[in-house]
């Protein structure tokens, strides 16, 4: 709907609505329903997807990549900026329910990464908090088990909801199918289409919607009629009841997911379920042949073959919009996620045999799945000091920023941008890459550019997101931790010690809504409180120089077999920052590779000056990652 309200000005970035306008969006969905005496009895969101739907999440991915390679060639120059007003999206959201054609210029994008977890922040602190669940498995089979005992209306936008014994009461309506109809004025009657599934199995004299489903799959290639005749037909087939198990609602009861599950987003319950599994069942696993592993019920056996058989979770990173031509914008954020990923398998006393996270996300040109080891694996030994490194490490450098950006009396939710910002950079000096140049950081810290949108401001933004996501990620882990641990946990007294300074720290991090994810957000925040860019520049990426030579000399200090020496690795910050601090063409900045291109020249001469002459990988031996 936010999308279908905007005027055509508008490129398809700036167009894309702010969590905080989804939030919003939500909420007055719902809140117009109610005031239509429509009672809203559940809200379920999925918490874990079954092992079968692997294939169709990575092809989702995929789909979601190509689209994006696609509309980066097609727009390689980037896009023009139309800055008039803040509030992009001005239609008023009584007229929600209003459904238009949404522009073929916003229909090129994937969608906003975040959508899913914004929904929940803003229920979550609403009057629909109550109501409100993440549940240990898909929403489909809770919300067919509610409308089944309740005589419920299901509002989806999941055809698979039609397959669903949902009692003789139980009837289903499509989001699209819901309007406002204003014909007695003032009032105005809220209509729906539904479809009750007793009364067209009953009228086309078929069991079940659910046995005319599974004769479509068995039959996909003949007409309607044809599959209504078999559908007719009484059977009782090894296929038809595999694929009734599909839709049982016969759901198992999960009380730890009680305990978190109100504390996590979707992708990390998913994980969290995963290690509560393997914690759980891996005595009663290991001691069953595989053949019977995988004859169990669907969940045990969904759990045991991803996690318990193989011993790797896994989690699927949302997607970003980033230049797909470059690295993925997760890469600058994986230590904080590593961090995360270790507390949420502490906090689920999970095995020390579990090798780890694999991580679905993009790797180059092709959606990959990549392995991330767990320190607190080896607890309380070598994995608790490998986390308490990390951790200090990243504790360390975001009070510091933090304390940093405080000194300018910037808003809390901008102060965190800024520090995700500074990582960023951060992060491209010590994996040896060059980092934005000072006009790229000038117009992310601005959110104000002059004509054009380039790719390189497109994938800053999307790296400031994933470390602030990443963070947040930190955040759940830790009330996990609390609220699954306790005060319990090592003997050791400084990882206690680093977990409550974290959690201290990261307790007044933004939810999606308040956080200035896009470049319009961060513009109108800079605006309201007048803040001098340059200065500002200063702050965040001026100190780096010093700290990060000092950073690096002390970490080269600790490692063992030394690739270069102290000296050598100032030389090697010092020249990331000069090469940073050079003037930039403004025209190259309208031509991302052109820019590129120059830069990496004199970086070659500045290297040579300098007398470094080193491979791309000899730096990744000092990266505290």
């Known amino acids: 709907m936010l999308l279908s309200k905007l005027p055509a000005l508008y490129n398809a970035f700036d167009a894309i609505p702010t969590y905080e306008e989804i939030g919003v969006g939500v909420l007055t969905f719902l809140e117009q329903l109610r005031a239509h005496n429509v009672y809203v009895t559940k809200i379920y969101f999925d918490g874990y997807l079954p092992e079968e739907k692997r294939p169709q999440r990575i092809e989702r991915l995929g789909k979601s990549h190509q689209l994006l390679k696609i509309f ?7 896009f023009n900026v139309q800055d008039k007003g803040f509030n992009q999206h001005q239609s008023p959201l009584s007229q929600i329910f209003n459904y238009q054609t949404i522009g073929a210029r916003h229909r090129c994008l994937p969608s906003a990464p975040f959508i899913v977890p914004a929904a929940l922040d803003a229920l979550r602190s609403s009057d629909f908090a109550s109501v409100t669940e993440l549940v240990p498995g898909e929403a489909d089979a809770y919300c067919a088990r509610k409308a089944r005992e309740v005589g419920a209306i299901i509002l989806t936008s999941d055809s698979d909801l039609l397959v669903y014994d949902i009692g003789p009461k139980g009837r289903v309506t499509l989001f699209e199918h819901v309007h406002l109809s204003s014909n007695k004025k003032p009032c105005t009657t809220l209509e729906a289409r539904t479809l009750q599934h007793s009364k067209v199995a009953e009228r086309m004299r078929i069991p079940s919607l659910q046995r005319l489903a599974f004769e479509v799959k068995q039959h996909f290639n003949v007409g309607l009629c044809e599959v209504t005749r ?39 319950s998913e994980l969290a379920l995963q290690l509560q599994a393997f914690a759980t069942e891996t005595s009663s696993v290991q001691s069953m042949p595989i053949s019977s592993v995988q004859s169990a019920s669907s969940k045990t056996a969904d759990f045991s073959s991803t996690v318990l058989l193989s011993r790797w979770a896994t989690i699927y990173l949302p997607f970003l919009i980033d230049d797909p031509s470059r690295f993925s914008a997760w890469a600058c954020s994986s230590s904080t996620r590593q961090i995360a990923y270790s507390l949420l398998f502490y906090s689920m006393s999970s095995s020390p045999n579990l090798n780890g996270i694999i991580e679905y996300t993009r790797k180059g040109l092709r959606m990959v799945g990549e392995e991330v080891p767990i320190p607190l694996t080896a607890l309380p030994d070598t ?33 965190w941008y800024y520090v995700a910002l500074k990582e960023v950079y951060a992060w491209y000096i ?21 004509e054009v ?17 990443a963070l947040r990620m930190l955040k759940q882990s830790m009330l996990c931790v609390r609220f699954c641990r306790g005060c319990a946990g090592p003997e050791r007294d400084d990882f206690k010690q680093v977990v409550r300074s974290l959690e201290s720290l990261l307790r007044n991090l933004p939810d999606l809504k308040d956080m200035p994810l896009s470049r319009m957000a961060v513009q109108r925040l800079v605006v309201d409180m007048k803040i001098d860019a340059g200065k500002m520049h200063d702050i965040v990426i001026g100190r780096l120089g010093k700290e990060e030579i000092a950073e690096l000399e002390k970490e080269s200090k600790g490692l063992k077999g ?32 052109k820019h590129q291109g120059d830069q990496g020249k004199r970086r070659k001469i500045d290297e040579q000056k300098a007398g470094i002459g080193m491979a791309s990988n000899r730096f990744s031996h000092l990266d505290v990652y």
């Open 562 to 593: 030394k690739v270069c020496g102290a000296n050598d690795v100032a030389k090697i910050a010092a020249l990331a920052l000069a090469t940073y601090g050079r003037p930039t063409n403004s025209k190259a900045s309208k031509r991302t590779k």
């Open 383 to 415: 994995g608790s000091q490998s986390f308490i490194f990390q951790a200090r490490h990243l504790l360390s450098r975001t009070q510091q920023d933090l304390a940093a950006v405080s000194v300018s009396q910037v808003r809390e939710q901008l102060a």
């Open 230 to 268: 078999c559908a007719r037909e009484p059977k009782d087939t090894v296929a038809l009841q595999k694929f009734s198990q599909n839709y049982d609602l016969d759901l198992n009861n999960n009380p730890a997911h009680d305990m978190f599950g109100h504390l996590l987003d979707s992708r990390l």
């Open 453 to 469: 949108l380039s790719w390189e401001d497109i994938h800053l933004g999307a790296q400031v997101q994933a470390v602030l996501y």
């Open 430 to 450: 010590r994996s040896n890459k060059n980092p934005p140049c000072r006009e790229i950081l000038l117009r992310a810290i601005t959110g104000s550019v002059s």
């Open 72 to 78: 980066r060639a097609c727009h390689n120059n980037g």
